[in-house]
Structures are given as C-alpha cells and as structure tokens.
C-alpha cells in the first residue's frame, strides 16, 4: 500500500498568498468606507488621512480638537466589526477558493 504524498505545504503556501492579497484589498476598502463614514460624524480628528482614521486610536488625547461626538464604545463597537470583517472575510474566501481547486492546485505545483 502506498501512501500518498502529502501537499500541506502547497495549500499552505497557496492559501497564505490569496489571504495577503484578499487581505490588503479588504482593509483598504473597509479603510476607505470607514474614512467617508465615520471621520467627522463619529469623532472628529487632526491628523485625518483614510489609513490612519482606520488604525486605533481614533482621537488622541494630546491633539487639541480631537473629540468622539459619538459613545466612544460604539465607535469601537462599529470598528471591531470592519476589522473582523477585513480578517475574516478573505480567510474564509481563500480556504473555499483553496478547496474548490485544490485537485488543480496539486497538478500544477507537482
């Protein structure tokens, strides 16, 4: 009986490049949503920009005219759900698309 080689390996190497892909284009649109969304009706703050009003934390103390002008939990609340959808989301999305082809994954790393 022989047993089959394994190819770990290959479906690790192929799901962590469509992750990173899928990754960086879920967090820069949930970063782009955020920023038209939230900046300004939210919380207000000095060193706006798409990438950095996404990054906790929203409103720093140090900066003069940073201010929630909403509940400082329910802007977090909202941000934990953009972030869970820009780590989950593509994870879930590159292991069914790493499933679904994995025969043919197999054939063309072989």
Same mark, same amino acid.
């Given at each position: +009986? ?6 770990? =390996?290959?479906?690790?190497?192929? $799901? *962590? ?8 284009? *879920? $967090?820069?649109?949930?970063? +782009?949503?955020?920023?038209?969304? +939230? &900046? =300004?009706?939210?919380? @207000? %703050?000095?060193? &706006? =920009? ?17 201010? $929630?002008?909403?509940?400082? #939990? ?6 934990? @759900? ?6 989950? *989301?593509? =994870?879930?999305? /590159?292991?069914?698309?790493? #499933? +679904?082809?994995?025969? /043919? *994954? #197999?054939? %063309?790393?072989?």
């Amino acid at each position: +009986m022989q047993i089959p080689p394994k190819h770990g =390996g290959i479906m690790t190497k192929t $799901f *962590l490049l469509i992750y990173t892909v899928l990754f960086v284009v *879920l $967090f820069l649109l949930c970063a +782009m949503i955020w920023h038209w969304q +939230m &900046a =300004g009706t939210y919380f @207000v %703050s000095q060193h &706006a =920009g798409i990438i950095v009003d996404f990054v906790p934390p929203f409103v720093r103390a140090d900066m003069a005219g940073d201010m $929630f002008l909403k509940p400082q #939990r329910t802007v977090y609340a909202i941000w934990a @759900v953009y972030f869970g959808i820009a780590v989950l *989301l593509p =994870g879930v999305s /590159a292991w069914l698309l790493v #499933r +679904m082809h994995e025969r /043919a *994954l #197999r054939k %063309s790393w072989m």
